[in-house]
């Protein structure tokens, strides 16, 4: 009866783990265009101007991804290490941010797959 909550309280803290991630990738994504006054060019990990060398923290990140960017535009993802394997993205367009996950209704992603 034990090993069933510790695997659900497990898959919880990986899923927090990926939103906290990717919140912390926004984060640098936003300093990235104070210091630059663009999203553009900017890339997930490696060289002088990624996230990870803006916060290397996100080092740790798992199969954290970068899906667009340009000027006033990006799309920043991680994914749970848990069994549901949830995408946690964060999009901004223009000023205009929105919070998604997939698969809707599995671990930390609500039926409404926003977060």
Do not use: H
């Not at 927090?16 to 990990?45: I, L, P």
């Amino acid at each position: 009866m034990a090993l069933p909550a510790f695997l659900n309280q497990r898959e919880k803290a990986q899923d927090s783990t990926a939103k906290s991630d990717v919140r912390t990738a926004q984060t640098a994504m936003e300093t990235f265009y104070t210091d630059n006054q663009t999203y553009a060019g900017v890339t997930a990990t490696g060289a002088t101007g990624s996230l990870e060398s803006i916060e290397p923290a996100l080092k740790n990140a798992y199969k954290l991804t970068i899906k667009s960017g340009d000027a006033t535009t990006y799309e920043i993802s991680t994914e749970s290490k848990g069994s549901n394997k949830v995408v946690f993205s964060i999009k901004n367009t223009a000023g205009t941010v929105t919070r998604t996950c997939l698969p809707v209704g599995k671990g930390g992603c609500p039926a409404s797959g926003t977060w």
